[in-house]
C-alpha cells in the first residue's frame, strides 16, 4: 500500500460519486492527510442493495481525519452540481481538485439499449462530467495544486470494445474526451488526467453486476485510490495522461500487487477497453476448408462434463421454463467436448442436443468447455465472462440475459 506523506492536507477534493466504492475510497485516502472532501452524490437514504448515503461517507471521512460536505447531487441536473460547488467554496474556500468518478453502465447492444439507458449513460458519463468540470474550473484555476480526474479509460479504437456494448463506450470514452480536450485548454493552469485500473474492481455495485463469488477475481477499491493518490501529488504540467492503476504504482516503487487483491494469488479480470486479454478474446478460430474428396464426419457421441450439463439441463426444463423464456441458444464451444450445441426452450417442453438447432438461433455463444461448464454450474458468472471476453454473444442480448437467471435457477442441480 502506498504511504500517506500529507501534501493534501487543507486541500478541497470535489468528488462526484463518492458515498460508496472507489468515489469513497480516493475520499478516504485524501482524507488521511486531512484534505476536505465534498461528497458529491446522489445517495440521501439508505439503498436497499447497495450500503452507504454520502452521510455515512461524511462520518468515515471524518473518522480518517478529514472534513467532509455531503451534498445532495445528481450530476444530469445541473443547478444541483452549482449548488454543491458554492456551498463548498463558501464552506471550504475555494476548490482544489475535481474527481469524475460518477458513471452508469449498461452492457447491451445497440437494438437492446433502450433510449432511457442511452440518455441515462450520456448524461452522466459525459455531459456529467462536463458539467461538474465546467463549474469547477474557474476555482480549480486559482488552486496551486490545480488537479481534474476523470475515471475513464485511454480511447482504444479497437473495435472490439464497441461492438457489444456500443452506447456505453460512447458514454464512457466521452468522459475521456473530456480530458484530451481540457488537458489542452487549461494547459499551465490544470492537470487534467483519465485514469483506469488494469483489472476489475470489488465494489458493491460489481457484486451485482457479477454475483457472489466475482470478488476473488477482482482488486480492493484501494488500488484505485492509492493511484489516484499519486496523481494528485504531482505538478500541474503532469496532464493529459491515461494513467493504468497498477503503471504509475509501478513507477511509484510498488512491487507487492498481492495486497491489493481479495484473493491473493487468485487469477484477476482484466477490466474493459485494454487489450491486454487472454488469447480468447482476440484470437480468430482456426477455419479449415474441406475439400471436395473430404467428407465431413458425422457428429460423434458426445461424453464429458459439457454432455452432462447439457443431461441435467434436459432434466430440468419444463413447459413453464418454455413459455417464460422462448428463445433457442446456440453454443459454439471450444475446447475438450466442445463443438456446437443447442438449447431449444421455444418447442414444446424444450430440447438439447449436439449440432445446429432445427430453427434458426435467436442468440449464439462462444467460449470455451471450461467456461461453458463453469456458467451453468455457477461459478462463473455469464456478464463477468462477457465484460472479460471469454463470452462472445450474437444475437439478442435480452434473451441472453433471460439464459442467465435461467442458469441461477438449475445451479443447485448442477
Known amino acids: 500500500m502506498l504511504p500517506n506523506t500529507g501534501k493534501l492536507a487543507g486541500c478541497t477534493v470535489f468528488i462526484t460519486g463518492a458515498s460508496r466504492g472507489i468515489g469513497k475510497a480516493i475520499a478516504l485516502k485524501a482524507a488521511k492527510d486531512g484534505a476536505n472532501i465534498v461528497i458529491a452524490a446522489k445517495t440521501a437514504q439508505a439503498h436497499p442493495k447497495l450500503a452507504g448515503t454520502i452521510y455515512s461517507a461524511a462520518e468515515e471521512i471524518k473518522a480518517a481525519g478529514g472534513k467532509a460536505l455531503p451534498c445532495v447531487v445528481d450530476v444530469r441536473d445541473e443547478q444541483q452540481i452549482s449548488s454543491a460547488v458554492e456551498k463548498a467554496v463558501e464552506k471550504f474556500g475555494g476548490i482544489d481538485i475535481l474527481v469524475n468518478n460518477a458513471s452508469a453502465i449498461s452492457l447491451t ?12 449513460m450520456m448524461n452522466i458519463n459525459t455531459r456529467g462530467t462536463y458539467l461538474t468540470s465546467k463549474a469547477c474550473i474557474p476555482y480549480l484555476k486559482k488552486s496551486k495544486i490545480a488537479h ?28 475521456s474526451m473530456c480530458v484530451l480536450g481540457m488537458a489542452e485548454e487549461f494547459k499551465g493552469e490544470i492537470a487534467v488526467n483519465a485514469l483506469w485500473p488494469k483489472t476489475a474492481i470489488y465494489t458493491a455495485a460489481m457484486d451485482m453486476l457479477g454475483g457472489s463469488g466475482i470478488e476473488s477475481q477482482c482488486r480492493k ?58 488469447v480468447i478474446v482476440t484470437k480468430e478460430p482456426a477455419t479449415h476448408e474441406l475439400k471436395e474428396e473430404e467428407a465431413q464426419p458425422p457428429p460423434k457421441p458426445r461424453s464429458g462434463a459439457v454432455e452432462g450439463t447439457f443431461r441435467i439441463v434436459k432434466d430440468s426444463l419444463s413447459d413453464d421454463i418454455v413459455k417464460a423464456t422462448q428463445a433457442i441458444y446456440q453454443f459454439e464451444l471450444s475446447g475438450e467436448d466442445g463443438g456446437t450445441w443447442f438449447l431449444d426452450l421455444k418447442s414444446k417442453g424444450g430440447n438439447v442436443g449436439y449440432g445446429e438447432p432445427s430453427d434458426r438461433a435467436d442468440v449464439v455463444m462462444s467460449m470455451s468447455t471450461d467456461d461453458f461448464v463453469k456458467m451453468f454450474s455457477g461459478k462463473l458468472k455469464p456478464t463477468i465472462a462477457f465484460m472479460s471476453g471469454r463470452l462472445k454473444i450474437k444475437g439478442n442480448m435480452a434473451l441472453a440475459i433471460k439464459l442467465e437467471k435461467l442458469m441461477n435457477q438449475m445451479n443447485a442441480r448442477l
Open 109 to 120: 447492444n445497440t437494438l437492446e439499449t433502450p433510449t432511457k439507458k442511452v440518455d441515462l
Open 148 to 175: 481534474i480526474l476523470n475515471l475513464s479509460p485511454p480511447l482504444n479504437l479497437n473495435p472490439l470494445w464497441f461492438k457489444q456494448h456500443c452506447a456505453y463506450t460512447i458514454a464512457k470514452y466521452g468522459m
Open 221 to 278: 477499491v484501494d488500488i484505485i485510490a492509492d493511484a489516484a493518490y499519486c496523481i494528485f501529488k504531482k505538478p500541474k504540467s503532469f496532464t493529459g495522461n491515461f494513467i493504468i492503476d497498477e503503471n504509475i504504482l509501478k513507477e511509484e516503487g510498488i512491487k507487492n500487487f498481492d495486497v491489493y487483491a481479495i484473493t491473493p494469488g487468485h487469477p484477476l479480470l482484466p477490466d474493459f477497453f485494454l487489450d491486454e486479454q487472454p
